[in-house]
Structures are given as C-alpha cells and as structure tokens.
C-alpha cells in the first residue's frame, strides 16, 4: 500500500484535483507540500492534529513539507466556518504565537538538512503593493465566483467586511508566491478551505499555464478537526503549560465511543491492519480502544514517559487508594484562605475547571462536583484548611476530570 492509499484507507482524503497525478508524486516522494498556520493563539490545539501527522506521514515517504506560518493572513482573519470576525491581533503577538508554533511543531516534523521548510508569508505579503497586487493578480479573480464559495456564504447572511474578503487572494498569493520561490506544486488543508485552497490552484495555472503542476487535496478537517479540538468550549492546547499532559491524555480518553476508531486510524501511527481488528471491539474493548489512543497521542506530543505518567493517573482513580501523583494539581497559598477555609467555588476558579463563579455554582448546584468522592450540592460549601493533610483534597468535575489540590503553608 502507497502512503496516497493509506491516507485514504485512514479515512482522510476528501477532495482532490489531478488525483492520478498526485497518487504518482505522493507515493514517489516527489511532493512539496505546503499547510498552512494562522497565528491566531500562542499554541497549537488538538484540531491540527491531523496536519501535523499528516505532514509526518507525508515526510516519512520522502515528501517535503513546508509549514507556512501565517503572520501575513493572520493580520486579515480567515472568515472560514465563523459567523464573526476574528480579533485582530498586534504584529508582536503574531511573531510570538509564530515563534512558539515552530516549537512544537519540531515534534513531529524534521527540518534539518533541508528535509522540510518553516516559512512566514509576512515575509512576502507584508511588502505587497496593493495596486500591484491588483494589477498581477486581481483579474484573474472573479467576484461572482468568490461570493458563491462556501467560506463566505454564511459570513453574508451577518455581514463580510472587505478586509476578511481579501483573504482567499491573499491565500492564493501564498500557493503562487511557494510554486515559484520554492518549487511547491501541492497544497494539504482542511475541506473547509476548498475554495481558497482552488483559488491558487488557479492562479498559478492562468498566470504561468495549464501545464504548471499545481495540485489541491482537502483533508476531512472542517467538522471533525473542530470537534476534536475544542471541549468544554475550551481548547485543547499541545503546549503542557496551557493543558497538562494529565488533562491531554484525558480528553481523548474521554472521546465518544463513535468517535474513538475513527481517531485512532486518522491520527495515530499504529498499523492499518492493527487498527482493522478494532472494528468489532465493543464494550469495554472500547475503553481499551480510548486508552490506545490517548496514550499513542500523548506520547507524540509530550514524549512517553510523560504519557506513562499520565496513563498511570488516569488508571489510578479507579483504584482505591492508588498514587495520584501525577494528577493536574493546583497549590493553594495562605492567602487562599479565609477563616481557615476557602470555598468550593473559589477552588474550582483557581484550578481553572470552571470559567466564572456564576459557572461553579451552576454546576455545583447541578450535582457536577464530588470532593474526596462526596457530591456536593451546596455551593456555600467550603473546605477547612485543616482537611487538606499530606493527600490533599481530589475534586472531580463531571464523571470524568479530576483536579488535586494541595498546600503550601
């Protein structure tokens, strides 16, 4: 089986130009291939899960990537799948979000010896004259055809600025801009983009011929890429800082029995054939099927033994008076406390498992909330500072998130 074969066997092609072509290059290592980055937060989330894999997937065949930053497109917003505008964000804080991208991008792909590229279209989009830009590209455009995409459909109905409708140009400006400065003739993103994505497919081909090679495939991203990367309405960070390697290694313990296959075969490495004889696991198979899972993703992101540790935790609170070391932990100071006490609300803003107070008291009010294994119910509930000890106090929020807390006075 070919690596173009076994990203479909994987389920994760959705629309290609040139297919037998493509075929050829991919499974020759002939492709340099571009996916792009905006920088719109200060760390990957688990919804470019299946680029980054990808882009390993592809290398490990002897293609070559180029990871596109987008500090030029992030200053304008992608109106994709939003029903608003995005936050416009300072030029510092796209060359920040940029800098901490390459990091961990470095996890799972190789760039020495040339073998893949990091590039920014700042580099190239921030110099543009715009009357230029209109004279190069601007005809070869068509306003009709622009408004029938479907990344502006919805935006439309609520209103679509003019700086959100330059951005397919601009995005098609990168293709053309990679095509000509760094021999790129194929672009990977999420389904979503179709439209911008042929939009350079396009351009390349009327500004420098039919016969320019340049090709397009769409990964099944839009809708499960965005599902898998949000809970909770909260992102799911790569960086251990913003969510613990515990916290990661939960949430895709915790994916929907629907769902767990089809995220073991799309984003793990583990062998097809492997995965085939999962497709009648049922039951508790399934729980065994999550733990695969979380651990194969963690230990692509934070390393095995951390994904050990995490493995452990999680295993842990099933068992009665096993080590919870390695659970998301928070340090409550002296100052924390009033009277000697501080109250369930309090803890579980500190801890960041709720957003607000007004949120911790709907849940606790809801029946969301166990300390020590006791539900509580009563949001006036507090904890006396006496009751913490060497164990500290376990919070659980759900049936499923678990949060120590500890002192330090």
């Excluded at 997937?57 to 002897?62: E, F, K, N, S, V």
């Excluded at 991208?101 to 190239?124: C, P």
Aim: hydrophobic content about 40%; overall charge neutral.
């Amino acid at each position: 089986m070919g690596v173009y074969e076994e990203l479909k066997a994987r389920g994760l092609i959705a629309q290609v130009t040139d297919e037998e072509e493509i075929r050829e290059m991919v499974n020759s290592g002939k492709a340099v291939f571009y996916i792009g980055f905006d920088c719109t937060a200060d760390s990957l989330t688990a919804g470019h899960f299946m680029a980054l894999t990808l882009m390993k997937r592809l290398q490990d065949a002897g293609n070559k990537p180029i990871a596109l930053i987008g500090g030029g497109t992030t200053m304008i917003g992608d109106p994709s799948g939003r029903t608003d505008m995005r936050k416009m964000l300072t030029r510092e804080d796209i060359d920040r979000n940029a800098a901490c991208f390459k990091k961990q991008m470095e996890r799972f792909i190789d760039f020495s010896d040339g073998k893949a590229l990091m590039v920014n279209n700042a580099d190239w989009l921030m110099s543009l004259n715009y009357v230029e830009v209109l004279r190069e590209v601007g005809a070869c455009f068509s306003v009709n055809n622009m408004l029938r995409a479907e990344c502006y459909k919805q935006r439309m109905e609520r209103g679509l600025s003019f700086l959100e409708f330059n951005y397919m140009i601009m995005q098609s400006y990168d293709f053309y801009h990679l095509f000509q400065n760094y021999g790129c003739n194929m672009q990977f993103g999420g389904d979503d983009q179709w439209s911008n994505m042929l939009g350079g497919t396009e351009l390349i081909r009327k500004k420098l011929g039919k016969d320019a090679h340049a090709m397009t495939i769409t990964l099944l991203t839009d809708s499960q890429g965005n599902k898998m990367g949000k809970t909770a309405g909260n992102a799911v960070w790569l960086d251990p800082n913003k969510t613990s390697p515990y916290d990661f290694y939960q949430y895709w313990r915790n994916v929907a029995d629907s769902d767990v296959l089809k995220c073991i075969r799309m984003l793990t490495f583990l062998p097809i054939e492997e995965i085939d004889k999962m497709n009648e696991w049922k039951g508790a198979q399934l729980n065994r099927a999550k733990e695969i899972l979380a651990f194969e993703l963690t230990k692509l992101v934070h390393g095995e033994e951390e994904a050990r540790k995490a493995q452990d935790a999680a295993r842990a609170l099933f068992v009665k008076g096993a080590d919870s070391a390695d659970m998301p932990t928070t340090v409550l100071e002296d100052g924390d406390f009033t009277d000697s006490e501080i109250s369930l609300v309090d803890m579980l803003v500190k801890s960041c498992l709720v957003k607000s107070k007004s949120e911790a008291r709907r849940l606790i009010s809801q029946g969301g909330v166990s300390v020590n294994d006791e539900k509580i119910t009563d949001f006036a509930f507090s904890v006396k500072k006496d009751e913490f000890g060497a164990k500290g106090v376990i919070i659980k929020k759900g049936k499923k998130v678990f949060h120590k807390f500890i002192n330090n006075f």
